[in-house]
């Protein structure tokens, strides 16, 4: 059975599970003001990677966050550790907000 929604508690407990992959997939509107990765690194969760939506996206597209090519997206990925027998978990610092654009480009529909 695929979990789409994990607790905090059930991720606390698996914290060093070797299979588990954590993502900040934080960002924000330029208005606001807020740069998503120095408050990645000023605190996350413990053992997350930042996921930078700005670099990942198709970058040859005028418009902002375009969906990359797989081959992009499966290289940006590999670099991260992250392939088959992974369980990515993703999350933002707004709640939900832009970590709903990478479970998108992952394929996973709820």
């Not at 208005?31 to 939506?53: L, N, Q, S, T, V």
Request: hydrophobic share 40%; glycine share 6%; proline share 7%.
């Amino acid at each position: 059975m695929t979990r789409c929604v994990v607790s905090t508690d059930w991720l606390a407990r698996r914290l060093d599970a070797p299979d588990i992959v954590i993502l900040d997939a934080s960002w924000h509107l330029p208005p606001a003001g807020r740069d998503p990765k120095a408050e990645y690194f000023a605190e996350h969760i413990p053992g997350a990677m930042f996921f930078d939506i700005d670099e990942i996206a198709d970058t040859s597209s005028d418009l902002p966050h375009m969906l990359p090519s797989p081959e992009k997206f499966a290289s940006r990925m590999r670099k991260m550790g992250i392939g088959d027998g992974k369980q990515v978990i993703v999350y933002d610092s707004v709640g939900l907000y832009s970590a709903a654009r990478l479970v998108d480009v992952q394929g996973v529909r709820t």
